[in-house]
């Protein structure tokens, strides 16, 4: 007799199978012939005699090739200016599916073993980097920075396709450059001296965020050292300054409170424990030293000088200290108010610390208002 686990198991595997042919078989009949190819190669792999699988592959192979062959015939008699990008992902599909079954032993004898289209690609990859050069052209002789914007992906897609087509690395950084907008951003303004460091902090954290943010935009963001330097008309300026700060603002709070607790053993009589209640009385100081300032963000168009946009900021940080004593009998106190009055006040961070410490939430809210603010370029 078959042990009942051993029979369950057998039962999973076959159901396994079946599914695996049938889910093959279902591709097929709805007409997704590549899904359907795929499953029936995954199947023989697991399965080289799997005679379902076999006549599977056979057919949606066969429906497969003729869609995708039919799709190119129809992409190239479009009018689609960028249908011989169309052609090449039809190709790359064929192909794909030509990969699939040649790493499969059982596939390669059960059909035809099929062709690549090497050549073909290469052919539609360069008609498709002259279309793509030659819109890229046309765009910018628009002189506008929206068209000069595609002109760029237009040539950056060319470059991809058929790679360093003709002058197309130069006319990529000729169209980035008639389409990026060139902003100065003036240094952070401080009245106080004493906070140039953390504020030079600051302000390089900012320049760090602003370096990164250009790599992957059409903005492109100058300090004004290197605005001077290049001798450079900006289209907008980014100012930031600080309306109010304070650091190092202190409140000090104590709290007294008696505290007792009964049932606590005070000594012995006659050879017998005594209990009683003990009291205490608790003084436990909070201090709290809280930072805070307001950034002032404009952005500036240079030409008109007009405000594109302005808002001002909050950050906050507050640094708390807990500590406390007692007098009267320390069996009186709770778990939390002996871990209180064992603990000493706290020296509190340098100014520098905590001016630091208020400009971190200033980043986030600046930096998250720089991104929104430019997507719409």
């Given at each position: 007799?078959?042990?009942p686990r051993v029979s369950r198991l057998s039962l999973l595997v076959l159901c396994l199978l079946i599914?695996?042919?049938?889910?093959?078989?279902?591709?097929?009949?709805?007409?997704?012939?590549?899904?359907?190819?795929?499953?029936?190669?995954?199947?023989?792999?697991?399965?080289?005699?799997?005679?379902?699988?076999?006549?599977?592959?056979?057919?949606?192979?066969?429906?497969?090739?003729?869609?995708?062959?039919?799709?190119?015939?129809?992409?190239?008699?479009?009018?689609?200016?960028?249908?011989?990008?169309?052609?090449?992902?039809?190709?790359?599909?064929?192909?794909?599916?030509?990969?699939?079954?040649?790493?499969?032993?059982?596939?390669?004898?059960?059909?035809?073993?099929?062709?690549?289209?090497?050549?073909?690609?290469?052919?539609?990859?360069?008609?498709?980097?002259?279309?793509?050069?030659?819109?890229?052209?046309k765009l910018l002789e628009a002189k506008n920075r929206l068209s000069a914007k595609q002109a760029y992906?237009?040539?950056?897609?060319?470059?991809?396709?058929?790679?360093?087509?003709?002058?197309?690395?130069?006319?990529?950084?000729?169209?980035?450059?008639?389409?990026?907008?060139?902003?100065?951003?003036?240094?952070?303004?401080?009245?106080?001296?004493?906070?140039?460091?953390?504020?030079?902090?600051?302000?390089?954290?900012?320049?760090?965020?602003?370096?990164?943010?250009?790599?992957?935009?059409?903005?492109?963001?100058?300090?004004?050292?290197?605005?001077?330097?290049?001798?450079?008309?900006?289209?907008?300026?980014?100012?930031?300054?600080?309306?109010?700060?304070?650091?190092?603002?202190?409140?000090?709070?104590?709290?007294?409170?008696?505290?007792?607790?009964?049932?606590?053993?005070i000594g012995t009589s006659d050879g017998k424990d005594v209990y009683g209640t003990v009291k205490a009385?608790?003084?436990?100081?909070?201090?709290?030293?809280?930072?805070?300032?307001?950034?002032?963000?404009?952005?500036?168009?240079?030409?008109?000088?007009?405000?594109?946009?302005?808002?001002?900021?909050?950050?906050?940080?507050?640094?708390?200290?807990?500590?406390?004593?007692?007098?009267?009998?320390?069996?009186?106190?709770?778990?939390?108010?002996?871990?209180?009055?064992?603990?000493?006040?706290?020296?509190?961070?340098?100014?520098?610390?905590?001016?630091?410490?208020?400009?971190?939430?200033?980043?986030?809210?600046?930096?998250?208002?720089?991104?929104?603010?430019?997507?719409?370029?």
């Open positions: 007799m078959i042990p599914f695996g042919c049938s889910a093959g078989k279902r591709s097929l009949e709805k007409g997704n012939y590549d899904q359907a190819v795929y499953k029936a190669v995954n199947r023989l792999q697991k399965d080289p005699d799997n005679r379902k699988a076999l006549k599977t592959l056979d057919q949606a192979y066969s429906f497969a090739a003729s869609d995708h062959l039919e799709n190119i015939r129809e992409a190239k008699l479009s009018s689609d200016v960028l249908r011989w990008e169309t052609v090449i992902g039809e190709y790359q599909a064929l192909n794909a599916l030509a990969d699939e079954i040649r790493r499969c032993p059982s596939c390669r004898t059960a059909i035809k073993l099929p062709g690549k289209y090497i050549t073909e690609i290469a052919e539609a990859e360069l008609n498709a980097a002259t279309v793509r050069y030659a819109r890229g052209l992906y237009d040539f950056e897609r060319a470059d991809q396709l058929s790679q360093g087509f003709k002058d197309v690395v130069q006319k990529m950084d000729e169209a980035y450059w008639a389409a990026v907008i060139k902003v100065v951003v003036e240094p952070v303004k401080l009245s106080r001296g004493v906070y140039k460091y953390t504020n030079e902090y600051f302000q390089n954290k900012i320049y760090e965020y602003l370096e990164n943010y250009e790599r992957r935009s059409f903005i492109k963001f100058y300090t004004p050292k290197e605005a001077r330097r290049e001798d450079l008309i900006p289209d907008q300026v980014l100012s930031l300054n600080f309306d109010d700060f304070v650091v190092g603002q202190t409140y000090v709070k104590e709290k007294v409170e008696e505290v007792k607790r009964d049932s606590v053993k009385k608790v003084s436990i100081f909070e201090k709290t030293i809280s930072s805070a300032g307001l950034l002032d963000v404009v952005v500036t168009d240079w030409h008109t000088k007009n405000t594109l946009t302005q808002e001002k900021m909050q950050g906050t940080f507050v640094w708390q200290d807990k500590w406390g004593s007692f007098k009267g009998d320390e069996r009186a106190l709770s778990k939390e108010e002996k871990s209180l009055i064992n603990k000493r006040e706290s020296l509190p961070p340098p100014p520098q610390e905590l001016f630091l410490e208020f400009t971190k939430p200033l980043y986030a809210q600046l930096t998250d208002k720089i991104r929104k603010f430019y997507a719409r370029y």
